[in-house]
């Protein structure tokens, strides 16, 4: 418990570990603390920047898209505007082709049915004269009676 | 637990003198070196004090610069992230306390903090363990907390005397120094017949000033060594038990790690004051 030496021995020690920390200890340590301390504010900075511009790009987004939905909305009302057009068009078109159809068949039903009335006129001439022929085989000449025969199959 | 062993002293009081023994190294009269027998003697030198004081500095100085040369790396690990807690606590201490602008005082105080408490932290090692490990090697004392040696403890608080008077003198002159130790507290009269009082207040005041500022060392040191000393002393009592010194021994050193901290803080704290002190201009 005497003083001695070792006094002076550390307060030398103790002289150069200060001035070694404070040389190659303390500024590299606080600056370092310093930087990232700076860097924290930075960040959050940035941080809450960024929110409030997520912020106004959502407010953007929903009106963008509130404005699509309108939009799609008229789109949707025309479309089935011009739909119900297309189908009464379509639904007219439709009666005025098939009055066309039934006329143009009825027109062809009329045609038919007088061709088959002329043939079958004919043919019932020829079948009445063949008959005539045969009832009365030796009165009537055909080639003598063919213009009686002829009006006969007229007025049939 | 040594008496127990047979390795060391036989009586308590043996064992306690031989704990609270420096190794120590002098000259004797006929010029040669010698161990342990320099009682009394102002040139000797406590080996294991030195040793155990510049090796805990040491330890300080190349982990903070480990810390210090990796800090560049964007990405701080464990001990670094500790290292900067216990600077960035010294620094809010500095800046509490000391309003002028040195790039002394904070690296100063942050030495003074660590080393002070690495220097405490030896009196957890059980006291027996690097003492017979010593004895085992040849060397017949070891005492392992420097902070336990008046010398230590002095030699710190007089190296921050040394500053306290280097700022004082640095930031008011030596005239503001010297008005600093004769003109307080009682002010001397200027003019009339008071001046022929004014010599001995004068005198007065440079007591009572030499006195406080004396004080500033002397209770820097003593309260360290004080507290240490005791810790360790209790330490070695409860040593001596036997089998019961474990659970008083573990309660002890849960107290101790206060004690431990405290004291390195105090020592920190009060040379921060002290100079703070010395630089302010009234």
Same mark, same amino acid.
């Given at each position: ?30 600056? /370092? ?11 959050? /900075? /940035? ?56 006329? /143009? ?52 | ?7 060391? $002293? ?23 070196? +010698? ?31 480990? *810390? ?7 990405? $701080? ?34 030495? +003074? ?25 040849? +060397? ?5 907390? $420097? ?30 120094? +010297? ?67 474990? $659970? ?8 101790? *790690? ?25």
């Amino acid at each position: 418990m005497d003083i001695n030496l070792t006094l002076i021995g550390q307060s030398i020690a103790m002289l150069v570990f200060v001035w070694f920390c404070m040389k190659f200890i303390w500024p590299p340590i606080l600056n /370092a603390i310093e930087e990232r301390q700076k860097q924290i504010a930075d960040g959050l /900075a /940035a941080a809450e920047q960024g929110q409030d511009k997520l912020v106004r790009a959502q407010a953007e987004a929903n009106e963008i898209v509130a404005d699509a939905r309108k939009q799609a909305t008229s789109i949707l009302d025309q479309a089935h505007g011009r739909a119900n057009e297309i189908v009464a068009e379509g639904k007219a078109g439709g009666v005025k082709e098939r009055d066309r159809q039934l006329t /143009a068949a009825k027109a062809d039903i009329e045609q038919e049915s007088n061709k088959a009335r002329e043939e079958l006129r004919g043919e019932v001439s020829a079948i009445a004269i063949a008959s005539a022929e045969k009832i009365l085989q030796r009165e009537i000449d055909g080639a003598a009676h063919k213009d009686i025969l002829g009006k006969l199959a007229q007025e049939l | 637990m040594a008496s127990e062993g047979g390795h060391g $002293p036989q009586t308590s009081g043996d064992y306690i003198a031989h704990h609270l023994q420096n190794l120590q190294v002098c000259k004797d009269e006929s010029g040669e070196w +010698i161990w342990n027998h320099c009682a009394g003697n102002p040139m000797a030198i406590n080996v294991d004090s030195m040793f155990w004081s510049v090796f805990l500095g040491l330890v300080f100085i190349l982990m903070f610069r480990s *810390v210090a040369k990796k800090t560049s790396s964007s990405e $701080p690990g464990k001990l670094q992230a500790f290292v900067e807690i216990i600077v960035d606590f010294v620094d809010g201490s500095v800046k509490d306390t000391f309003h002028g602008t040195s790039r002394l005082i904070a690296p100063l105080a942050l030495t +003074i903090f660590v080393w002070v408490f690495f220097m405490n932290l030896m009196d957890l090692v059980p006291v027996d363990w690097i003492p017979l490990a010593a004895s085992a090697t040849g +060397i017949p004392y070891m005492k392992v907390v $420097p902070t336990t040696d008046v010398n230590i403890t002095f030699g710190m608080s007089i190296a921050v005397f040394v500053l306290i008077i280097f700022y004082t003198i640095k930031n008011k002159g030596v005239l503001g120094f +010297i008005a600093e130790l004769t003109l307080h507290p009682i002010a001397p009269p200027t003019k009339g017949l008071g001046l022929i009082a004014a010599p001995f207040i004068i005198a007065f005041n440079f007591i009572l000033e030499s006195v406080a500022l004396l004080a500033k060392p002397v209770s820097l040191s003593l309260r360290l060594f004080g507290n240490m000393f005791a810790g360790e002393l209790i330490f070695i009592l409860i040593a001596l038990l036997g089998i019961w010194q474990l $659970p008083l021994h573990f309660g002890w050193a849960v107290f101790h *790690v206060l004690i431990v901290t405290l004291q390195a803080f105090i020592f920190m704290m009060l040379t921060i004051v002290y100079l703070s002190l010395a630089s302010e201009t009234h």
